[in-house]
């Protein structure tokens, strides 16, 4: 299996820095809580300091560098009315143009069942208005919806409260199309997630954002399988450095489903506070490595900007020998995360 092959199917072109810049949307209500997960994701705050975060004025503009060479051109919107009126109406073409991503993020805390049908139904329709305006100015542009502070949702309610929401929104979105006489195929084109600061459902939102900016991710994940059989690994995990949000996964085709589908956002928030408390502390991580009676995970510092966690079950696989994998695979780098160009398993008696 050639890895140059992959590579020169394409992935060379992702370097042109047009290709590269990603102009991402965050709007959203004022108060609903857009500041503070940038902040949480991109700033290193802790969620409970983001109390200190004052309301957003007009358009704050930030140039978050990711993987390298992919610049997030994040426009994170004020929600307050004045603000959005104008968005909607003389700042539209400057607003809504050239858009990768749009995250709107809608406040369940002004919508039921907390508070009443009102206020989430004001938060319906200028979402229907700011979808309306992407479609005309930039149509390909993916749509992400984070339906935020589940955690004011009791939990046996969680599951019905998002699903009631998601499926308005939905709603929302078919007569959006319809009205702007865009192909319904779009509809393709919006993913729903609820969220909240205070768990693992915000690294997991993000992450399947940066998952849709990242340009030829599919070479990546093709090179990232190979790497996970050549180790013999159970789960091979890439985050990125900075945020360490997760980048794309592959494990072992014989693998049973894992119970836990949020484990890796779980693994990324916990090691990204373990770095924080370190780095408080006047201590860089570089690895770490647990081991148990059932398998044993290496967390490595991959690349410049990526980790790499390696998860392997089979007891007969010298630890060195996966070290030397991650080192081989690290030496080969080269392109977008400067992945392995060639990598040799070692398995040693």
């Known amino acids: 299996y050639s890895f140059c092959t992959l590579l020169e199917g394409g992935v060379g072109d992702i370097m042109s820095s047009e290709q590269l810049k990603r102009k991402v949307l965050l709007m959203g209500q004022a108060h609903s809580g857009k500041t503070s997960m940038r902040s949480i994701i991109f700033a290193h705050w802790v969620a409970r300091d983001t109390r200190k975060l004052g309301p957003t004025t007009e358009v704050e503009y930030s140039h978050v560098k990711f993987l390298g060479n992919l610049v997030l051109n994040l426009w994170d919107c004020g929600g307050q009315v004045s603000f959005v009126k104008n968005y909607l109406s003389s700042q539209e073409k400057h607003v809504f143009s050239n858009v990768a991503v749009l995250i709107y993020v809608f406040d369940i805390e002004m919508g039921p069942p ?34 935020h502070k589940m955690d004011l949702i009791a939990p046996d309610q ?26 319904p195929t779009l509809t393709q084109n919006v993913t729903c997630f609820a969220t909240s600061i205070w768990d693992e459902s915000l690294y997991r939102a993000w992450s399947m954002i940066v998952y849709a900016l990242v ?70 991580v570089q690895s770490m490595e647990v081991t148990n009676s059932r398998f044993t995970a290496f967390v490595n510092q991959f690349t410049s900007n990526t980790y790499v966690m390696v998860v392997l079950s089979d007891k007969t696989i010298p630890r060195a020998a996966t070290k030397i994998n991650i080192a081989l695979a690290r030496q080969k780098v080269s392109i977008v995360f400067l992945f392995f160009l060639k990598i040799q398993y070692i398995h040693t008696q």
Not at 158 to 183: G, H, I, S, T
Not at 265 to 270: D, R, T, V
């Open 114 to 147: 907390l508070h009443g049908t009102e206020e989430w139904e004001s938060q319906l329709t200028v979402f229907k208005r700011c979808l309306a305006s992407l479609v005309k100015n930039s149509g390909n542009a993916k749509v992400f919806c984070l339906i």
């Open 158 to 183: 969680r599951d019905e409260v998002y699903e009631n929401c998601k499926f308005q929104l939905e709603e929302q979105v078919r007569e959006a199309l319809a009205e702007a006489e865009a192909p």
């Open 215 to 284: 340009p030829k991710i599919d070479v990546l994940q093709r090179l990232t399988d190979t790497f996970c059989g050549l180790c013999q690994a159970d789960e091979v995990v890439l985050f990125e450095r900075q945020t360490f949000l997760t980048i794309l996964s592959s494990r072992r085709p014989d693998m049973e489903q894992h119970p836990d589908d949020h484990r890796h956002e779980k693994i990324s928030n916990i090691i990204k506070q373990f770095k924080l408390t370190a780095f408080r502390q006047g201590s860089l």
